[in-house]
Nanobody, 124 residues
Framework: QVQLVESGGRLVQAGGSLRLSCAAS????????MSWFRQAPGKEREFVAG????????DYGDSVKGRFTISRDNVKNQVWLQMNSLKPEYTAVYYC?????????????????WGQGTQVTVSS
């Protein structure tokens, strides 16, 4: 099992930057790909970014490519999401999730382990 706790969400102005953190515990963290999803009010939870178990490969949702960067440290058991050039439409609850494999999975239905989420609000 993996336990996940997100932090770093807050109110930020459009064009600003924010770094989200996800602290993980559990034996399987270092062998799991990790992802960030987000869910805005009235919308489905969507894939934002993913990183393989060893950090060698990353993947991003189309709307955040070039703006967001996902990274991880398997010694510190942490995953981060650096978010730059933020837009109001990025306002959502951001969730960290542990994938069921070493490789990135985009489909939220495949994930068993989620954090509680952290609120990001981008003002215009």
């Amino acid at each position: 099992q993996v336990q996940l706790v997100e932090s770093g969400g807050r109110l930020v102005q459009a064009g600003g930057s924010l770094r989200l953190s996800c602290a993980a515990s559990g034996r399987t963290f270092s062998s799991s790909a990790m992802s960030w999803f987000r869910q805005a009010p009235g919308k489905e939870r969507e894939f934002v970014a993913g990183i393989t178990w060893n950090g060698a490969s990353t993947d991003y949702g189309d709307s955040v490519k070039g703006r967001f960067t996902i990274s991880r440290d398997n010694v510190k058991n942490q995953v981060w999401l650096q978010m730059n050039s933020l837009k109001p439409e990025y306002t959502a609850v951001y969730y960290c999730a542990a994938a069921p494999s070493r490789y990135i999975v985009r489909f939220r239905s495949e994930y068993d382990y989620w954090g509680q989420g952290t609120q990001v609000t981008v003002s215009s």
